[in-house]
């Protein structure tokens, strides 16, 4: 659907209508990692079992976005957001079960359901955010973008520091966040455009947005997703179990990388079309690298190197928001659903699964030396972008 004749104000209210409902949405994902320690206690399973229980959420949430992404944009209407928003908060169950030998099954069935609303979200928010022609797109994603992950961070706070104060039985009331962000969408009267396919060449010229290869930005967000889930499920849990700060703290402090990536996201893609998409991606990650590895060397010994976290966040993050931009005008013969559903829930899904393979290993090397694989990755993720930016001048010759 044409959005042309919304003013400029008109459609950030509907951007920030979409982005409050997607950051609600990944609240709830945020909110299991960090209270590993207290589920363990109150229901007395593993924490490797619980690892599982928070990757299975996370798979969900992303790999069925797939699913979603395939599915024909036929209609405008924001409903199925909204009916993911309030799926999605059904995560808040998971501390409210009795104790029992089936609280394990019962919290994957939930993870199960929660994971399908959220992955309701993302790639029907990524649309509706499509049809915003008067928001630079590599601004308005990063918004949309950002808000998610920065919902998952203050969900680790929430969780972490309502359990420190009141027990894990009152993380149910996080519930009330699902309606609330619901009610927006239709209220700013968002409607999702059919024909989401525009000319890439035409595009490419107004913002200066690159078409790549699809698969190999898939690789590249796939990496960037994956360091990213690997910090966010087990860096809260390394603070408190073996760096020894409060439950709360170290929910504060995955917060404060969920501040540090808004505003870098935000403030990089903005000046995106004109230092170069691909430019400001290998910058990130290259940058990102040390500055992580500095930062895991420093965070035992002080509670001041979540300030560094804060600065290494601003710098990082943005690169998976780029990756999203770059991906819709990506080379591809995906359709622009698809392509979503795989750049935003297929490298989720991945990652997902990395951590399914680490949760075990937690139990004989701990959980520090694992989060050194999140600087080696933004290396890795450096190499594939460095490839592509080759590979284009090469072809410019």
């Known amino acids: 659907m044409d959005t042309s004749p919304f003013s400029v104000r008109r459609q950030w209210c509907q951007l920030l209508a979409l982005t409050f409902a997607?950051?609600?949405?990944?609240?709830y994902v945020g909110t299991v990692a960090p209270i590993l320690v207290p589920l363990r206690d109150h229901y007395s399973v593993s924490i490797p079992a619980l690892i599982f229980v928070s990757?299975?959420?996370?798979?969900?949430?992303?790999?069925?976005?797939?699913?979603?992404?395939?599915?024909?944009?036929?209609?405008?209407?924001?409903?199925?957001?909204?009916?993911?928003?309030?799926?999605?908060?059904?995560?808040?169950l998971m501390t409210a079960l009795p104790p029992s030998s089936l609280c394990v099954l019962w919290m994957s069935l939930i993870a199960l359901v929660a994971g399908f609303g959220v992955a309701a979200v993302h790639p029907e928010g990524l649309r509706?955010?499509?049809?915003?022609?008067?928001?630079?797109?590599?601004?308005?994603?990063?918004?949309?973008?950002?808000?998610?992950?920065?919902?998952?961070?203050?969900?680790?706070?929430?969780?972490?520091?309502?359990?420190?104060?009141?027990?894990?039985?009152?993380?149910?009331?996080?519930?009330?966040l699902a309606p609330l962000s619901a009610l927006p969408?239709?209220?700013?009267?968002?409607?999702?455009?059919?024909?989401?396919d525009a000319a890439k060449s035409e595009l490419e010229a107004k913002e200066n947005i690159p078409s790549v290869p699809f698969w190999p930005l898939f690789a590249m967000a796939a990496t960037l997703a994956t360091c990213s889930q690997?910090?966010?499920?087990?860096?809260?849990?390394?603070?408190?179990?073996?760096?020894?700060?409060?439950?709360?703290?170290?929910?504060f402090s995955f917060t404060l990388f969920g501040v540090g990536s808004m505003v870098g996201a935000i403030t990089w893609g903005a000046l995106?079309?004109?230092?170069?998409?691909?430019?400001?991606?290998?910058?990130?990650?290259?940058?990102?690298?040390?500055?992580?590895?500095?930062?895991?060397?420093?965070?035992?010994?002080?509670?001041?190197?979540?300030?560094?976290?804060?600065?290494?966040?601003?710098i990082v993050y943005t690169g998976f928001p780029l990756c999203i931009t770059l991906a819709r005008y990506a080379d591809s013969r995906l359709r622009f659903g698809q392509r979503m559903g795989f750049v935003s829930g297929g490298t989720w899904g991945i990652a997902a699964v990395v951590l399914?393979?680490?949760?075990?290993?937690?139990?004989?090397?701990?959980?520090?030396?694992?989060?050194?694989?999140i600087w080696i990755g933004y290396l890795a993720a450096a190499v594939l972008v460095y490839r592509e930016i080759r590979r284009r001048n090469a072809a410019r010759k």
């Open 356 to 373: 399914w393979v680490l949760g075990p290993i937690t139990e004989y090397t701990g959980m520090g030396p694992l989060l050194h694989l």
């Open 128 to 176: 509706a955010v499509h049809g915003l022609d008067k928001i630079p797109s590599s601004l308005s994603t990063a918004v949309f973008m950002v808000a998610g992950f920065s919902g998952f961070a203050g969900g680790a706070l929430l969780s972490s520091s309502m359990t420190e104060a009141w027990g894990l039985g009152s993380i149910v009331w996080l519930y009330a």
């Open 230 to 251: 690997i910090q966010a499920t087990l860096l809260p849990t390394y603070l408190h179990k073996e760096a020894g700060y409060s439950l709360s703290f170290s929910g």
């Open 272 to 314: 995106a079309p004109r230092l170069g998409h691909l430019r400001v991606l290998l910058g990130s990650v290259l940058l990102g690298a040390p500055l992580t590895l500095l930062y895991l060397l420093c965070a035992p010994h002080s509670k001041w190197a979540a300030a560094l976290l804060v600065f290494t966040a601003f």
């Open 185 to 196: 969408l239709y209220f700013c009267g968002i409607r999702l455009p059919v024909k989401t």
């Open 22 to 27: 997607h950051a609600v949405a990944d609240t």
């Open 55 to 92: 990757s299975l959420f996370g798979f969900s949430a992303n790999v069925l976005q797939i699913a979603v992404g395939h599915l024909r944009a036929r209609w405008s209407s924001p409903v199925l957001i909204c009916a993911g928003v309030l799926l999605s908060g059904s995560a808040v």
